[in-house]
C-alpha cells in the first residue's frame, strides 16, 4: 500500500512518542520537529533503498545524522522505509538492541554509518564522505542533519569553513531549526542569532524553508539540488518547531529530552493518526 | 651483548614521511590531512607526488578527526598528522566516537611527542598521550623507536583494519633498527636475553636502554631487554615470559607513569606473576623548555636512570 507524506510522518511520530513513553527516556521534542523533513527525505529525495544500502554509501546517497540524541525519528523512519522490522522499535533503549539510546554501528543496525550522540561531530564526517565520494567519482550526495543548539559547538564552524574551502558541492547540509534546546532557547541559552547570515559568511549557499510543509520541503530540496555542483557547499535551514504535532508538546524546550507518562502518550495519540500500524509493546 | 650500530641519527617523523610517501605509490586507498604541520609531520613528498590524495584542513584538529572518519566510511585509508597533544588529548572525544565507537579506520600519526620535543615546552610536550588512547576500545597504539622501525610501523598501520595511534617524536636519534624489517603489530621484540634483570623500553628510551643494558652487562648484570613498539595490543606472553625469568622488571618510557607502559605491564603482571618492578617515566609532572637531551637528563629518562632502577632491586 501506498502512503502519501502526511500519513507516514503522522505514524513517525505516533512511534516516536511510543518509543519515548516505552523507554521512559529518550527525545521526542527534536525527532519530531525533524520528522517531517526526514520523511521526505528518506521517502522521496535520497537515491538509496534497503536492499543497495551498504556503510561505505558507494553507489548511493548517504544521510549522517549528527543530533544522534533524535535517534527514535531515524529508528522509526528506517524501519517505516524497510531496513528492519518495524517490531523492532518496541527494544528501543533496551539492554542488548540494536537501536541504541544513540545511534551505532556497532550493533550493526541497517541505515546507520557513523555513531553520533556527542555533538558537532557528525558534519566533518559527512564532509569527509562528501570529498570521498568527489575522489572516487561517485556523483551521489550526502545528507547530514545537525541540530540548531548542536551548531554551537565549535566543530561545526571549523566543518563550515573546511567545506567551503575544499568546494564540497556535493554536500546538502540541514539544520533542524526549532529554536529550542536543554536549557531554555537557543536564544537565551547561547544567542545563535543569525544563522543565515553566519552560513553564508562561511561561504555557503543558503536555502530557507518550512520544515512543516511538504510542498515547501520538496521546494527547499529541489532549490538545493539546483544548486549543487556549484563550487559552494549547500545549507538548508529548516524552519521547524521542537514536538510539533501535539499541541501540549509544541514548541517548548520542555519535550527536548523527556519521555511522557501513559497519560500523556495516550493524549497525543488522540492527535496523531495511526496509519501504518503502530508496532506493538 | 649484541652490537646495536648507529647508522646515523634521524628523526622518526622523518621515517613516517618516508612511510607514507611509500604508501603513496603502493596503496591508492592511502589518504593524507594535516592541520597546518605539512612539513613538521614530513608529508611534503606525499602532498608533492599525490596532491589529490592530500587535504591540509588548517588548524581544525577536531574537524580534521571528522572528515578522516567520513573518508574512512567510504572505504579510504587515512593518516592524520599533527603534534601528539593535538592528536590525542585536544581531540580525544572526536576519536573516540567518530573514530573507535564507529569503527573507522583512521591512522593518527602523532609527531613531537614526548618531552624531547624540547624548547616548546609543556603545552606541546604531551606526556599522556598513549595513556589517553589506550584506554580507547579498539584502539592500537605504536611507539617505534627509530627512524626505520617507524617507517616500517606506518607501513604495517596501513595494513591494519581498524584505528591506530602511530607516536613519534621531534628530535634526531640513533637509527639502529634494521632498515627492512617489517613490523609486526602487538609483537615485542627481543633485543637481548639475560637472566638476571628485565628492561621493557619503548619509543627513544629504547636506545637509552640499550645503552644501560651495556653498562649493567659489564658490571655483571644480565639484561633481557625488550622493544615495546606496540604498547596495545600488548605482547603479554612476551611480558609475562621474562618477568618469571629474572623476577625483577623495569620499564622506560617517555610518557607519565600514570596511564604509560608500565602500568600497563603492571596490569598484566599483577594478574598473571606479581613481580618486582621499577618506573623508568615522568610521575605527575609537566615538561619545561629546554634541549632535549637535557630534559631527558632532568626528568630521569635516559640510560643512567634506567642502569639506576636496574640496580635498586
Known sequence: ?281 | MKEFVDTGKKDTRSGFGAGLAELGNTNPKVLALTADLKGSLKMDQFAAEHPERFFEVGIAEANMVGMAAGMAIAGYIPFIGTFANFASARVLDQIRQSVCYSQTNVKIAASHAGITLGEDGATHQTLEDMGLMRMLPGMVVINPCDYNQTKAATIAAAAWDGPVYLRFGRPGVPNFTPADQTFEIGKAIKLNDGADVTVFATGHLVWEAIQAARILEEKGVGVDLIDIATIKPLDKEAVIASARKTGKVVVAEEHLVAGGLGEEIAGVLAAACPTPMRFVAIDDKFGQSGKPAELMAAYGLDAAHIVEAALSF
Open chain 1, 1 to 281: 500500500m501506498n502512503y502519501t507524506l502526511p500519513q507516514i510522518a503522522s505514524q513517525v511520530r505516533r512511534d516516536i512518542v511510543r518509543m519515548v513513553t516505552a523507554a521512559a527516556s529518550g527525545h521526542p521534542g527534536g525527532s519530531m520537529s525533524a520528522t517531517d523533513v526526514l520523511t521526505y527525505l528518506f521517502f522521496k529525495e535520497m537515491n538509496v533503498t534497503p536492499e543497495n544500502w551498504c556503510r561505505s554509501g558507494e553507489g548511493i546517497d548517504q544521510f549522517f545524522l549528527s543530533a544522534g540524541h533524535i535517534s527514535p525519528v531515524l529508528y522509526s523512519l528506517l524501519a517505516r522505509r524497510g531496513y528492519f522490522p518495524v517490531a523492532e522499535l518496541a527494544t528501543f533503549r533496551r539492554f542488548g538492541s540494536r537501536l541504541q539510546g544513540h545511534p551505532s554501528v556497532d550493533k550493526g543496525l541497517p541505515g546507520v554509518n557513523q555513531a553520533a550522540g556527542s555533538l558537532g561531530q557528525g558534519l566533518s564526517v559527512a564532509i569527509g564522505a562528501a570529498l570521498a565520494k568527489k575522489l572516487s567519482g561517485d556523483p551521489n550526495t550526502v545528507y547530514v542533519l545537525i541540530g540548531d543548539g548542536e551548531s554551537e559547538e565549535g566543530q561545526i564552524w571549523e566543518a563550515a569553513m573546511s567545506a567551503a574551502h575544499y568546494k564540497v558541492d556535493n554536500l546538502i547540509a540541514m539544520t533542524d531549526w526549532n529554536h529550542q534546546q536543554i536549557d531554555g532557547t537557543t536564544e537565551d541559552v547561547a544567542g545563535l542569532g543569525d544563522l543565515r547570515a553566519k552560513w553564508e559568511a562561511f561561504g555557503w549557499t543558503v536555502i530557507e524553508a518550512d520544515g512543516h510543509d511538504f510542498t515547501a520541503i520538496e521546494q527547499g530540496f529541489a532549490e538545493a539540488n539546483r544548486r549543487k555542483g556549484l563550487g559552494r557547499p549547500v545549507m538548508i535551514l529548516w524552519h521547524t518547531e521542537m514536538g510539533h504535532g501535539v499541541d501540549f508538546m509544541a514548541g517548548t524546550c520542555k519535550w527536548h529530552g523527556k519521555n511522557p507518562s501513559a497519560d500523556q502518550c495516550a493524549e497525543a495519540m488522540k492527535q496523531l493518526e495511526e496509519t501504518m500500524g503502530d508496532f506493538a509493546l
